[in-house]
């Protein structure tokens, strides 16, 4: 199976769709797939990875560098295309 020829062919064909149900469900199929795909990259984190995000994550807090629950909701809704 050549994968670029099959998306292509996807992408040619959901530009036909008209139907906003389907639509939505492609879209959740994908955010399905995605999500999938992120777990199986998941391992505990080590100590000092945990103490440097940490003290990252103190500097921003710091600095005020911070954004609100409104702004990262809607990051996730456009970088995964769901709710």
């Known amino acids: 199976m050549d994968l670029q020829t099959?998306?292509?062919l996807i992408k040619s064909e959901i530009d036909k769709v008209e139907d906003?149900?389907?639509v939505k469900a492609i879209k959740n199929?994908?955010?399905?797939?995605m999500s999938k795909k992120h777990e199986k990259g998941l391992?505990?984190?080590?100590?000092?990875?945990?103490?440097a995000r940490n003290q990252e994550s103190r500097k921003a807090i710091e600095e005020n560098q911070l954004i609100?629950?409104?702004?990262?909701?809607?990051y996730f809704i456009?970088?995964?295309?769901?709710e």
């Open 6 to 8: 099959e998306k292509d």
């Open 20 to 22: 906003a149900h389907l």
């Open 29 to 33: 199929m994908l955010a399905f797939g």
């Open 43 to 51: 391992y505990p984190m080590s100590k000092s990875a945990f103490y």
């Open 68 to 74: 609100s629950q409104a702004e990262a909701k809607s």
């Open 78 to 82: 456009r970088k995964h295309g769901r």
